[in-house]
C-alpha cells in the first residue's frame, strides 16, 4: 500500500536548541531502524588474491589497484587481475600505495621493497643497492621526482626517480613517525605525541631539524582536506580533531568518537561532500559530517552491512563510491546509501514477512502475520493489547491519529497508535471468507479494498456502503484504490480494464488501452506533472496524461513486466517494485532502469501492495518476506562521472597489435579484433558502448551495445582508410565526451595503384594508337571497294523504284474503289436505320449505333400498325463490317415481308416466321443439304399497344432489361436461340408489362457487355451495364445513355472495339 504523510511541522527554537532536537530525532530513527546498507563483497572467489586488503587507489585508466597480503589485484568493474612477483613485483606482500602526479603508481611492501605501476600498466620495481629491511607504511611525492617512503618506527628514505639517488634517513626526528603528509611547503610527521613539521628543502638539504607545533595524547594518522583545506588528525584517545591548514594547526572542531571495542584508527578519508571516513582496526568505519547542521556521526559495522570490523582501508573513488578494505573478509564497495534494508526476526530467529508500513512520529509501524507493532533494530516489538493476540494481520493504514488494520480473516479494526483502545469495524457480507486487499482514505471516508467489493466507510459511525459489479465495478474482487488531483478514484479490480469512478457511481471504463492484455492491473499513482501511472501484472507499466496512455515494458527497461507497487516521489521519479528488484525512471529519462545493481536488497522478495512512501523524509519503504527495505530518495545522485575508455587489445588475424599509433597493411583481406572496457565502477553491468567502424567514403552507423559485449571483431576487412571509433556510457547514461579512435589502412591492390595506372593507360593508349592507324587503312581500301558496289546496286535500285511506283498507283485506284463501295454500303445501311426519337409518340427514346467498321451487323427500326400501335426491334446480325451490312439489308427485307404483306403482328410469330423465312432464304426448299451454310441472328422485339396499354416482348438471343420507378433494372432472359440457324427455335418467352409513367426498355447488341478494358483487360460485362442503368435510371433518357456510353468508354480506353454496339432506351411519360 502507498500512503502519504505531511512534513510535521517544528515550532521555532534557538539555533543550538534546535540541532540538538534535530540530533535527537537522528538518534531515535537509528534506534528504531538501525540501517544495513547494500554493501557489495569481494573475496578471493571472485577472483581476489587475498582477503586482507591493505591499500586501495584507482589508476589513470580507472582501474581500481587493491594491495593485499599476496599480491596486486586490479579490478575494472568485471573480474579481477592478479599480479605477483613473476609480473616483475618487488615483493609478493604490499602495504601502501601512492599516485604520483604523473599517474604513476608506488607500491611499498612489508620487507622495504618498492614497486611501481606505469600508466600504460606496467610494472616495474625499484633496485636498491641496499635493502631498506623494513615496512614501507607511507609513500609521498615531495616535489618532482622527489619521494619520501615512510618505514615503519625507523625514520624517512630519500627517493630521486630521476638519478636513482637513495638516502636512508635514521635521525631521531623521524623515528616513530605513524603518518605523514604534505602542508604547502612543509612536511608534517604525525607521532603518537604530537605534530611535527620540517621544511621539505631542508629535508632535501639534509638538514634534519623538526618543530613540534601540535600537541596530541595519541596521534595515528593525518590527511589533508583539500574540499575545506583542513587538516584531519585521527587521535586514539579523543576522536576526529579538525585544523586550518596553517601553520599553527589553528584548531577548527574535535569529534569523540566512542569505539565499543576500543579499536585504534588505521585511515582518514574526505569526500568532495565534505563527509569524513575514518578506518578503526576492530570497530568498522565512522563517517562524520562536521559541516552539517546535525554534525552526524554515523558508525558503520558488521551490524551495518561489513562482513568484518577490522578495517585497514578506506578509498574514495572518481565516480564517489567508498571501497572499504577489511582485514582477512575482503573488498567491500557501497555505492549508494540511498538503499538500506533491515532483516526482522520473530522470536524463534526466523525471518519475518512484512504485510504493511506505515510512519508515525519517525517510528515504523508494521503489520505481520505474527501480530502488529513497532520496529526496534532487527525485531518487533508487538502490541500486548490481548485483544489482538493470535491473529494474523495483512494491511495497515494511518487514518489521522488512529491506526486502521484488518487481518487475514478479513477482520477490520481501528486503534490508537498505541494499538489501544481497539474498535472492531462491522464489514457485512454474504461472503463466508472476506479478504482484506488493501486500504485508502480521504477527507471524508475510509476505502476497504475487499474480495467482495468496495467498502465505503463512515469513520465517525462506521456506516458502509459497498460498490461492486451491481452498482457499476468491473469485478467484485478490488485490490487497490487510488484518489488522483481530480478526484477520480481508480479502482484496481482483477481481470478488469482500467476505469475510474466519479462520486462513488459514475464509471469511466478505457476500454482500447494498448499493451492491456492480462487486464490485472495492481495499483496507481499520480505524478507532479498530473499523469496517473498505473503498474500491472504482466503488461508493464502504463502512464495516462489525460489523453492518451503509453505502456512500458521490458524494452523499456523494466526489469520485469509484473509490478507489485508503484509510487512517485518529490523529484518526480518513478518507483516500481518487482518480485524481486525496483525498477526506477527519472523524470528527465525516456525509460527506465533497474537500480542498486551491486545491491543485495534486489535478493529480497517484494510484498504484494506493500509499498509506503514517507513523503516527510523522503522515504519509501517496501514490505518483503525477509523484512524492510528503504530508499531515501534525497539521497539519489546522478552520475555525473563519465567512464574512462581503454582499448585492451588489438588483434590483426590473431596477432596483437603493440602500439595504437595508425597502421598501414599491406593488401589483404584482415580479421581485425578490438578488447575494450568503459571502467565505471558505480554499476559495471549497466555500461553501454556506442561504436563504428567507418570506411572512408562510405555511408556510416553507430551501433550500441550492452556491458556484455566488451570486444568486436571485423571479419575480411578489403582495402580502404578505416577509423574505429568507440564510445562507453555509465549506468545513468553518461556518455563519453569524445570517441577512443584507431585508424588504419589497408593498402591497394598493385593493379589500383597509380605506377600501374599510369603505365597501364600508356600502354593502352600506343595500343590503341596503333590500332587506329590500321583500321584507318583498312576502312580506306573497304570505302572504295564499297563505293564501286554502290555504284552497281544504284542502277538496279531505280529500276526496283519504278517498278514499285506503277504497283502503288494501281492500289492506290483500287483502294479509292473499295473505299467508294464502303461508303455507299454505308449509306444503303443508313437508309434502313430510321431515326426512332420522333416516331414513337409519347415514347423519349435515346439510340445509338456504332459499328466496329464503317457498316456492321446491327440494326434497328420500328413498324406502325394500322391500329397505330407500334412494333420496335433491334437485331445483331451474324458478323460485322461488309458482310454483316449484307445481312441486315437481308433481314429488313425479311422483317418488311412479315409485318407489311404478311400482317404478322405477334413478336413471338414475328420471330418464328422470321426464322423460318432466314431459312427459306438461305437454304431454298433443302433445308438437309449440308453445303448450304445458314445465317441468322438475334433479335429482341417489343409491341407497343396504345389500346390495351400493354408492352410485349419477345427476345431471341439478345439481351434486354427494364426497369419503373418502383423497380430497379430487371433483366429478361428470353430465348437463347438464335434465328436462322435452327429449323425449330423451340418455345419462345413473352413478357408482358403494363404502360406506365417511368416505364423504361433498354434493347442492346452484345457487342456493348463483350468489350474488353479495364486494368485487367476483362469483359465490361452484362453487370456492369445494369449498374450503370440502375445508377442513372431517374436521370433522363439521354442523359442515362450518354451516362452508360461514358462509363463504357472510360472502361475501354485505348483497346479495339470488338464489335459492332447498338443501344435503345425507350422511356414512357
Not at 589497408?746 to 605506377?755: R, Y
Not at 433518357?1037 to 472495339?1057: D, F, I, P
Amino acid at each position: 500500500m502507498i500512503f502519504e504523510l505531511k512534513a510535521p511541522s517544528y515550532k521555532t527554537v534557538p539555533f543550538n536548541k534546535k540541532r540538538i532536537v534535530v540530533l535527537f530525532i537522528f538518534l531515535c530513527s537509528l534506534k528504531n531502524f538501525s540501517q544495513v546498507y547494500s554493501f557489495k563483497t569481494f573475496s578471493e572467489d571472485d577472483g581476489l588474491s587475498q582477503s586482507f586488503i591493505y591499500d586501495i587507489c584507482q589508476d589513470s585508466r580507472g582501474f581500481l589497484t587493491i594491495a593485499t597480503g599476496d599480491g596486486l589485484s586490479s579490478y575494472g568493474g568485471y573480474n579481477f587481475k592478479v599480479f605477483k612477483t613473476n609480473s616483475d613485483l618487488a615483493e609478493i606482500g604490499i602495504s601502501t600505495l601512492y599516485k604520483d602526479s604523473k599517474n604513476k603508481i608506488w607500491l611499498g611492501h612489508f620487507e622495504g621493497g618498492v614497486s611501481y605501476v606505469m600508466p600504460s600498466g606496467r610494472i616495474g620495481k625499484v633496485n636498491f643497492k641496499e635493502p631498506l629491511s623494513a615496512k614501507l607504511i607511507q609513500i609521498l611525492e615531495i616535489s618532482p621526482n622527489n619521494y619520501v617512503f615512510l618505514k615503519k618506527n625507523t625514520g624517512l628514505v630519500l627517493y630521486n626517480a630521476l638519478n636513482g639517488a637513495v638516502e636512508n634517513i635514521q635521525d631521531e626526528n623521524f623515528m616513530e613517525t605513524n603518518s605523514i603528509i604534505i602542508n604547502k611547503d612543509e612536511l608534517l610527521l604525525l607521532k603518537p605525541d604530537g605534530v611535527y613539521s620540517i621544511k621539505i628543502k631542508n629535508l632535501l638539504a639534509k638538514s634534519y631539524k623538526t618543530e613540534k607545533i601540535r600537541e596530541l595524547k595519541d596521534g595515528a594518522f593525518i590527511q589533508h582536506n583539500t574540499a575545506k583545506d583542513n587538516i584531519l588528525i585521527a587521535d586514539n584517545t579523543i576522536g576526529l580533531l579538525i585544523f586550518k591548514a596553517d601553520d599553527k594547526l589553528t584548531p577548527v572542531d574535535t569529534f569523540k568518537l566512542a569505539r565499543a571495542n576500543s579499536s585504534t584508527f588505521t585511515k582518514i578519508i574526505s569526500d568532495r561532500f565534505s563527509n569524513i571516513y575514518i578506518a578503526t582496526t576492530d570497530d568498522g568505519f565512522f563517517k562524520i559530517n562536521p559541516y552539517s547542521i546535525t554534525r552526524s556521526i554515523r558508525n558503520y559495522t558488521v551490524k551495518n552491512g561489513l562482513t568484518s570490523n577490522a578495517i585497514q582501508s578506506l578509498f574514495i573513488d572518481r565516480e564517489d563510491n567508498l571501497w572499504v578494505g577489511t582485514y582477512g573478509f575482503g573488498l567491500q564497495q557501497l555505492n549508494n546509501e540511498m538503499y538500506s534494508y533491515r532483516f526482522i526476526k520473530d522470536d524463534e530467529g526466523q525471518r519475518l514477512p512484512i504485510s504493511s508500513i506505515a510512519r508515525v512520529n519517525g517510528k515504523t509501524a508494521v503489520a505481520t502475520a505474527k501480530g502488529m507493532g513497532y520496529i526496534n533494530e532487527d525485531k518487533v516489538d508487538f502490541a500486548k493489547n490481548p485483544q489482538l493476540a493470535n491473529k494474523k494481520f495483512k494491511t495497515l493504514m494511518l487514518y489521522k491519529t488512529n491506526f486502521i488494520f484488518s487481518t487475514i480473516d478479513g477482520e477490520l479494526f481501528r486503534s490508537d497508535t498505541l494499538f489501544n483502545n481497539l474498535v472492531k469495524i462491522p464489514l457485512y457480507t454474504t461472503n463466508q471468507k472476506l479478504v482484506i486487499n488493501s486500504l485508502n482514505s480521504n477527507d471524508k471516508n475510509i476505502f476497504a479494498c475487499t474480495s467482495a467489493g468496495l467498502y465505503v466507510i463512515d469513520p465517525d459511525n462506521f456506516t458502509t456502503e459497498v460498490l461492486n459489479t451491481e452498482t457499476g465495478l468491473m469485478h467484485n474482487n478490488v485490490k487497490f484504490i487510488f484518489i488522483d488531483s481530480k478526484k477520480h478514484m481508480w479502482v484496481c479490480s482483477q481481470g478488469s480494464l482500467i476505469y475510474y469512478v466519479d462520486n462513488l457511481k459514475d464509471v469511466k471504463m478505457f476500454d482500447n488501452v494498448q499493451g492491456l492484455k492480462n487486464f490485472n492491473v495492481q495499483t496507481v499513482c499520480e505524478d507532479k506533472n498530473k499523469n496517473i501511472w498505473i503498474s500491472s501484472l504482466g503488461d508493464g507499466v502504463f502512464k495516462f496524461n489525460g489523453r492518451k496512455f503509453d505502456n512500458f515494458t521490458v524494452a523499456d527497461g523494466l526489469k520485469s513486466a509484473y509490478s507489485y507497487g508503484i509510487v512517485a516521489d518529490y523529484k518526480n521519479g518513478l518507483w516500481v517494485a518487482h518480485a524481486n528488484a525496483i525498477s526506477y525512471k527519472n523524470n528527465n529519462k525516456k525509460n527506465f532502469n533497474r537500480i542498486g545493481g551491486n545491491s543485495d536488497l534486489l535478493q529480497n522478495n517484494f510484498i504484494e501492495n506493500s509499498m509506503f512512501y514517507d513523503k516527510s523524509e523522503n522515504e519509501i519503504f517496501f514490505g518483503t518476506t525477509d523484512g524492510i527495505v528503504r530508499i531515501n530518495t534525497s539521497k539519489q545522485r546522478f552520475n555525473e562521472v563519465e567512464p574512462i575508455l581503454n582499448i585492451l587489445n588489438i588483434s590483426i588475424n590473431g596477432d596483437r597489435v603493440e602500439s595504437l599509433k595508425d597502421t598501414v597493411l599491406t593488401y589483404n583481406a584482415y580479421d581485425f579484433a578490438f578488447d575494450f572496457i568503459g571502467v565505471s565502477l558505480s554499476e559495471p553491468v549497466n555500461v553501454k558502448y556506442r561504436y563504428k567502424l567507418k570506411l572512408e567514403g562510405d555511408e556510416d552507423n553507430w551501433e550500441i551495445i550492452n556491458s556484455d559485449a566488451r570486444r568486436l571483431t571485423f571479419p575480411k576487412l578489403k582495402n580502404g582508410d578505416y577509423t574505429f571509433m568507440i564510445y562507453a556510457a555509465n549506468n545513468d547514461g553518461l556518455w563519453n565526451s569524445n570517441p577512443v579512435e584507431y585508424k588504419f589502412r589497408i593498402d591497394k591492390p598493385f593493379w589500383q595503384k597509380w605506377w600501374f595506372i599510369i603505365t597501364s593507360v600508356c600502354g593502352f593508349s600506343l595500343f590503341v594508337f596503333i590500332g587506329i592507324k590500321w583500321r584507318t587503312k583498312k576502312l580506306i581500301d573497304n570505302q572504295k571497294e564499297l563505293e564501286h558496289k554502290i555504284h552497281l546496286q544504284t542502277i538496279e535500285i531505280r529500276s526496283e523504284k519504278e517498278h514499285i511506283s506503277k504497283i502503288a498507283e494501281e492500289l492506290k485506284v483500287v483502294h479509292e474503289d473499295l473505299r467508294d463501295s464502303i461508303n455507299y454500303a454505308k449509306n444503303i445501311q443508313s437508309s434502313i436505320i430510321p431515326q426512332l426519337d420522333q416516331m414513337l409518340g409519347p415514347v423519349s427514346v435515346f439510340e445509338h449505333f456504332q459499328p466496329k467498321d464503317v457498316v456492321g451487323g446491327d440494326f434497328y427500326g420500328y413498324y406502325l400498325l394500322p391500329d397505330n400501335n407500334k412494333v420496335v426491334f433491334l437485331a445483331d446480325c451474324t458478323g460485322h463490317g461488309v458482310p454483316g451490312g449484307f445481312l441486315t439489308v437481308i433481314a429488313k427485307a425479311l422483317l418488311d415481308k412479315i409485318i407489311i404483306e404478311m400482317k404478322i403482328y405477334q413478336p413471338k410469330e414475328i420471330i418464328y416466321k422470321l426464322n423460318s423465312e432466314f431459312r427459306l432464304f438461305f437454304g431454298g426448299n433443302n433445308s438437309s443439304d449440308e453445303n448450304v451454310r445458314y445465317e441468322g441472328l438475334v433479335i429482341s422485339l417489343c409491341h407497343i399497344n396504345y389500346k390495351t396499354k400493354l408492352v410485349e416482348i419477345c427476345v431471341a438471343g439478345n439481351p434486354f432489361y427494364y426497369s419503373t420507378n418502383e423497380l430497379d433494372v430487371v433483366s429478361f432472359k428470353g430465348s437463347r436461340s438464335s434465328v436462322g440457324y435452327e429449323e425449330n427455335m423451340g418455345e419462345l418467352n413473352l413478357l408482358t408489362l403494363p404502360i406506365e409513367t417511368g416505364l423504361r426498355l433498354y434493347m442492346f447488341s452484345d457487342g456493348l457487355q463483350d468489350q474488353f478494358g479495364g486494368n485487367d483487360a476483362k469483359r465490361f460485362s452484362s453487370k456492369k451495364v445494369a449498374g450503370a442503368l440502375n445508377k442513372s435510371k431517374l436521370l433522363s433518357v439521354k442523359e442515362q445513355g450518354y451516362l452508360v456510353l461514358s462509363e463504357w468508354n472510360e472502361w475501354k480506353r485505348a483497346a479495339e472495339q470488338v464489335d459492332d454496339v447498338s443501344l435503345i432506351i425507350m422511356n414512357f411519360d
